[in-house]
């Protein structure tokens, strides 16, 4: 393959687009594979294994794989003396030893703050944030594209590629471009604008199509069987691209003095941000590095975007696919490819899956920036509207110590607070008339 990326057959309007090179790639074999302590890749359906490679469907039933792995003894001081960075938990991620000593945007180690107002304000007695929005690119996507480029590598890609609602999108230009890579990013035409322009500004190929995210994804998943050498990180690289999540769970963990709170919301977009904090809360349980103890999983939509809320509340273990219609549109996934799989981890947790509207959305947004000083993307407006809704219909425990992820910047989504904020007033340059502003 070699030349440019052809895009005449494909039905967009190009936004910024840079030469890739497509030359022959030197080997996607898993030879001298180095991965860590991650042994093998398991079928979550039918738990058949296969070698480690760039598949992410099982050859005997089509179910999604994940890493599993032969984790021998880890201990907390060799967290501790680690990176202050998610490579703190190298041994417990699909990626080698000396993972740190290649250029990356080293996210992680975000902070976790204790949420006093705020829990004041929704009823919750202990409540803390973990806000993301301090990674590289201002969102939790730093953490999985980090992890799926070191995996990237080892199989032999040489671009790093996805579909994207947008967060994806900036976490993978900035990446590849650290990396040295070139990067190819499919977006919706409808994203917003800020969060065009942060990924554009890294100079990799951003393409928008006409459709939704979902109709963005099927047309990764056809390029990325016509490149070889492109890893679509949510595609073709995606069970090693979903283990970054489960640094969100490690890090609460340690930050709350190697224990697991009683309860964490979770935003859903494809659900796999949620398996994957479930999934890290028992590999840390498995380990000896926590006590054992009983935690509940949370899952937070946006109602115009709500498949897995829906699902839940009826009874369902089937998600029936939605056409997106809401301003939370980095969970705008009509059909979210671990939707299945989060009704299980909530179920099993003993959580519940709740949805809210645009307006409680913009509502949950201005809550967390006047209690706590954290201004969140729509996705962490969904978040906190949702931990309010579930508090007042008795489902989340008001007594339970409880962690909100805060997943995205609002800078990134400015238009969706934009109508509903402004200047209390403009004066003239003098004290009265600040004064008399201030009374109004």
Known sequence: MAGTLDTRSIDTATIHTATIDTGPIDTMTTTALDLGLARQLVCRECGAGTPLAAEFACAECFGPLEVAYNFGRITRSDIESGPPSIWRYRKMLPVPADVDEH??????????????????ALGIRRLWV???????????????????????????????????????????????????????????????????LTTAVYDGALIAVDGTYDDVNRLATELAADHEDWAFVNVNVRPYYAEGSKTLAYEVAEQLGWRLPDQIVVPIASGSQLT??????????????VQPAPYRVFGAQATGCSPV???????????????????????????????????????????????????????????????????????????????????????????GETVLLITGDGLKTLDAV???????????????????????
């Open 103 to 120: 250029p990356n945007t080293q996210p992680g180690l975000t902070r976790l703050i204790r949420a006093d107002r705020l829990a004041k």
């Open 130 to 196: 973990k806000d993301d929005t301090g990674n590289p690119t201002h969102s939790f996507k730093d953490r999985v594209v980090a992890v799926a480029l070191a995996a990237a590598r080892q199989l032999g890609f040489r671009v790093l590629a996805c579909p994207s609602t947008g967060n994806l999108a900036n976490a993978v230009a900035a990446a590849a471009a650290r990396a040295g890579w070139e990067s190819v990013v499919l977006i919706p035409s409808s994203l917003e604008r800020a969060k065009v």
């Open 276 to 289: 994957k904090v479930d999934k890290g809360f028992r590999e840390l349980t498995e380990l000896g590095l």
């Open 309 to 399: 809320s829906a699902a839940f509340k009826a009874g369902r273990d089937v998600i029936v696919p939605v056409r997106p219609d809401t301003i939370a549109r980095s969970l705008a996934i009509g059909a979210p490819a671990d939707g299945p799989y989060v009704l299980d981890a909530v179920r099993r947790t003993n959580g519940a899956i709740e949805d809210v509207t645009d307006a409680e959305v913009v509502d949950g947004i201005r809550l967390l920036a006047r209690t706590e000083g954290i201004f969140a993307e729509t996705a962490g407006g969904v978040t906190v509207a949702c931990a309010k809704k579930l508090v007042e219909c008795g489902q989340l425990d008001p007594d």
């Open 418 to 440: 934009e109508a509903h904020l402004g200047l209390r007033a403009t004066v003239a340059p003098n004290a009265k008339a600040v004064r008399e502003a201030l009374r109004r």
